[in-house]
């Protein structure tokens, strides 16, 4: 074997213990390849090992059983010898970097740290500047950086010493989707122009989507691996989409049926996995007084596939034992008009006026820094606004505030619980807080799958128990309002799937009024509606069907293009089309005129020399849908 064809990473039967006795095995039985040039990336659940197999390939965690290689560098005999060679991202918004020093000074810190000759320093720089676009950001305290500055900035210290290999652990969890696209269009030329290694764990199925190669890990064992096309063809049964009204009897129907194994509720539509035949359905949610507005055969998502081999059986929603609220509150919610907040000369929100009916689940999306979690924390009493009216179930914040605070739940963006409090004191204690007595506790834990944890302290819980036990925290008192910042930020889909399933009863049932905001934009789809906003504005609202309709007609649809020679492809279509990106094994392009289009993109790939290619027009995404609205936005305003 050739240097050339050797792996980059060679990991066989790989295995690692935890606990005093290293009686808990957290890695079992792992073996891969991963290749020069290749993006391999690790999805699972939390706990599954991601962030174990990542620490052992950058040699800062030993490994029990198995052989592990990095560059024909043997990690278990020698973890020293491979750190030179690797660029180590570990999980968190910036967390390799130092908050109290700007920018510039911790790109020399990693210089110094990495004995970087001068010339090679000033160049790799230079070039990692342009790539992230931070030139004018420099003299900025890594601290007051935004989340995805901060990881682009911790992307230039990993890199600065251009390793033949980078290790990131979730490098885009907390992170708006125009710094992820960023962010992916940086590993990309250098995986293209480079030949850069990247070995990265995601808990977004659609990065997953971007990679070479994955492998889905689940209890520290690598169930399957293959291109994400691979593992799609593991998917068993068929997939729906159903538009009915009422919905909810709708749902009750079809979560009663034998051939209908799973159900998930996406804004005004319902998505199924089923074995039985879609028109005998439809017949059938008809007899039962249902109108069927529509039903149509709907292509498996990677998220899909991911879940049915981590599940078994009939997935049932989860229910809340809670007493009923104790309060009616008017039809409309939440309102606010001209909300505005100034910290300083900066404008954080900017005259925003909304407002969200009762049971309804409304979406704030938008970029880090866009002012979503202050026009939360006003909305909570939290933060005052510097101009504007706010009402929240009927009451005005600003003079009944105690008030308001009875009617809501508020779920941060950061864990905010008690660490050092077991799960069930957490929740005795919210119980007081409230005055709530009628309450069993062990069936409020079950509800969600928090039994078998009640007496863990509440900072030894994987991200996605974290999240459960602060919802149920938020809705123990039966708010007839509920507000939730970015509660999913680092949740597996499978936690994520629980969760949503859970606000949707919530809402659906009990006519809770929920307001949500997010970076998954594929959660986005779950909302009844969406408020977009940049900058301190609001600059759309509406249903996500309603913005993809509107992105359509003002930028186009959407062509995949999938072609040999991806490198050469994308150059040549990017010649034509300047906004073009790509995404996975295709280019991605959006057209007013498809037809022109087509044999425009097939034309620029003749020229090339590239012959063979697809084109096909999928279903704009939300990602992309939010995508087109916020730079329009920004050349508005430029």
Known sequence: MTPESQPVIDVKRLGRFYGRRKRVQAIRDVSFEVGRGEIFGLIGPDGAGKTSIIQILAGVLS???????????????DPEAVKSRVGYMPQGLGVNLYESLSAAENIDFFRDLRKLPEDAYRRNRADLLSMTRLEPFLSRRAGNLSGGMRQKLALICTLIHL?????????????????????????????????????????????????????????????????PGEIKQKAEGRYARITAEPQTAALHILRNRSDVTSTEVFGEEIHIRFGGDLKEMEAGLSAEKIDVRQ??????????????????????????????????????????????????????????????????????????????????????????????????????????????????GYMSQHFSL??????????????DLYGVRDVKFSDVTASLGLEPFESRLAGDLPAGLRQRLSLLCAVLHRPPVLFLDEPTSGVDPPAR?????????????????????????????????????????????????????????????????????????????????????????SIHVRSLDPVVDERKALSLLSRSGITGAEISSPALSMDETFIDFIRRGERVHA
């Open 295 to 408: 039903i149509s055969p709907l292509e498996p998502t990677l998220e899909d596939v991911f879940l049915q081999l981590l599940t078994t059986g009939k997935s049932q929603a989860p229910r809340l034992p809670l007493p009923p609220s104790r309060e009616r509150i008017s039809p409309v919610t939440i309102e606010c008009r001209g909300l505005t907040r100034r910290f300083g000369e900066f404008v954080a929100v900017d005259n925003v006026d909304l407002h969200v009916e009762r049971g309804e689940i409304f979406g704030l999306l938008g970029p880090n820094g866009a002012g979503k979690t202050t026009v939360i924390k006003m909305m909570c009493g939290l933060l005052g606004p510097t101009a504007g009216v706010i009402r929240v179930a009927g009451l005005d914040i600003k003079t009944e505030k105690e008030r308001v605070w009875t009617q809501i």
């Open 63 to 77: 490994a029990d059983q198995g052989s592990v290689a990095v560059g024909g560098v043997d990690v278990v005999a």
């Open 497 to 585: 799937r629980t969760f949503w399933d859970l606000i949707y009863s919530l809402s659906r049932e009990s006519s809770v009024t929920v307001l949500v905001s997010t970076h998954y934009m594929d959660e986005a789809a779950h909302c009844d509606r969406l408020g977009l906003m940049d900058q301190g504005r609001l600059i759309a609202v509406d249903s996500p069907p309603a913005l993809k309709q509107a992105s359509e007609r003002h930028s186009g649809k959407m062509l995949a293009i999938r072609a040999p020679k991806l490198r050469v492809a994308f150059d040549a279509i990017v010649s034509g089309f300047p906004m073009a990106v790509l995404y996975g094994d």
């Open 163 to 227: 390793p033949d290999l980078i290790l990131l652990d979730e490098p885009t969890t907390g992170v708006d989707p125009i710094s992820r696209q960023d962010f992916w269009h940086i590993i990309r030329r250098l995986v293209e122009e480079r030949q850069v290694t990247v070995l990265l764990s995601t808990s977004y199925m659609d990065e997953a989507e971007r990679c070479h190669r994955i492998g889905l890990l689940h209890s520290g064992a690598i169930l399957w691996q293959g291109t």
């Open 418 to 431: 008690y660490r050092d409090l077991s799960v069930k004191q957490n929740l005795r204690l919210y119980a």
